[in-house]
C-alpha cells in the first residue's frame, strides 16, 4: 500500500477498500481554532460534531473485523465521541496522554490542561494486539535491586513493564530533533507504541488525517504499510520530504533515535520523554 493522497478524506476515501485495514490511528482537528492552513478547526461545535461523525462513518467499514480504532481528542468533545463510537464499537481503553506542558503562567482561573484523551476502540473481542512489543524495559537501577532470590527469573523484570493508560511524554517542543513546522505534530515514540501494539507486521494502517507524518514514519520504522490523507498541500510536502529523508538512510534515522532516546531516558529535564524506561517503586 504506501500511499499519502493529498485530499479531503471525505473525498477519497472511496480509493481504500473496504475491510482492508489493520488499523484507523487518527488524531484529527480537535476544534479548537488552530491554523492548519485552512478552516478545519474553526467550525462551530454543532458543525464540527456533525462532520466528525461524517468522516468516522465513512472510514469504519474500511476496518477489517480483528482491527482497531484509536482516535486522539481533547476533553472538550471526547465525551460525545467516544458516546458516539460506543454505539459502534468496543470501547478498549481511554489513554491519557499527559504532555508534560512545563508550568510556566497559563490559566489563572482554572486548571491548566496538559493533557489529549486518546480512544482506543475495537470491532471484535479478538483484535489483535501484541503486549510484549510495547513493554518498558526496567532501569538498571531497579534490575539491581530486585536481586534477592525471590526476584530471579521473573519474567516480568526481564522483558519489561505492562504500559499503563496513562502516557507521559514532551509534546514536540521548537527544539526537538523530530520537529517539522506544524502547530500539532505527534511524537513518534506515541504513535509507534500503538502502531506497534496494535498492527502486526506488513499490516496496513490508515491515518486520515496524517499532518507531518508521523503515522507513515512509525509504520516505515517498525515494518507496517500505512495508508493517508492530508488535505494540505504544504504538509503534504513535508510528509514526502520525512519519507524521502527516512528511507534515504534508515539505519542513521534509526541511530539518531536511539541516541534521542538515551539523552532524553538520562536527562532530568522537563522535556524528558518517559515511554522509554521505567523504574520500579
Ligand atoms: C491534528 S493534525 C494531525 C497531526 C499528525 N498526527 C502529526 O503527527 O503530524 C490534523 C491534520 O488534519 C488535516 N485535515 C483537516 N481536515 C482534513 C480533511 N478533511 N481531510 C484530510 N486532512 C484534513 C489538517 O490539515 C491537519 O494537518
Redesign the pocket.
Known amino acids: 500500500m504506501n500511499k499519502i493522497f493529498n ?4 473525498l ?1 476515501i472511496n480509493k481504500i477498500e473496504d475491510n482492508s485495514i489493520d488499523l484507523i490511528l487518527t ?4 476544534c479548537l481554532g ?1 491554523d ?3 478552516d ?2 474553526k467550525k462551530s461545535s454543532n458543525e464540527y460534531l456533525e462532520w466528525t461523525y461524517q ?1 468516522i462513518d465513512a472510514v469504519l467499514p474500511k476496518l477489517r473485523d480483528s482491527g482497531s480504532f484509536y482516535i ?1 481528542l481533547s476533553w472538550q468533545y471526547s465525551p460525545e465521541i467516544f458516546v458516539y463510537l460506543k454505539k459502534k464499537l468496543r470501547m478498549v481503553n481511554e489513554i491519557i496522554w499527559d504532555r508534560r506542558v512545563p508550568s510556566m503562567g497559563g490559566s489563572t482561573r482554572k486548571f491548566s490542561s496538559v493533557h489529549d484523551n486518546i480512544g482506543f476502540f475495537v470491532k471484535n473481542n479478538d483484535y489483535y494486539f501484541d503486549l510484549d512489543s510495547i513493554r518498558i524495559p526496567y532501569d538498571e537501577e531497579t534490575k539491581k535491586a530486585r536481586t534477592r532470590s525471590i526476584f530471579i527469573g521473573k519474567k516480568w523484570l526481564e522483558i519489561g513493564y505492562n504500559p499503563k493508560d496513562l502516557w507521559s511524554s514532551s509534546r514536540i517542543h521548537a527544539q526537538d530533533p523530530e520537529r ?1 513546522n ?5 511524537p513518534l515514540e506515541i ?1 509507534e507504541r500503538i502502531v506497534k501494539a496494535s498492527c502486526s507486521k506488513n499490516g496496513i494502517v490508515l ?9 507513515a514514519i512509525a509504520c516505515l520504522a517498525n515494518d507496517r504499510q500505512y495508508a493517508g ?4 498541500k504544504e ?1 503534504y510536502k513535508v510528509i514526502m520530504n520525512r519519507i524521502k529523508k527516512y528511507n534515504s538512510r534508515p539505519t542513521l534515522f534509526q541511530q539518531q533515535k536511539k541516541m534521542v532516546n538515551d539523552i532524553h531516558s538520562q536527562s532530568s529535564c522537563l522535556f524528558t520523554k518517559t515511554l522509554t524506561t521505567h523504574k520500579c517503586r
Request: hydrophobic content about 25%.
Open positions: 485530499e479531503d478524506v471525505l477519497g488524531d484529527p482537528p480537535y488552530k492548519y492552513g485552512n478545519s478547526d468522516w486522539f517539522e506544524h502547530p500539532t505534530q505527534k504513535i491515518d486520515p488525517f496524517m499532518g507531518t507524518g508521523t503515522t490523507f492530508e488535505i494540505n504538509y
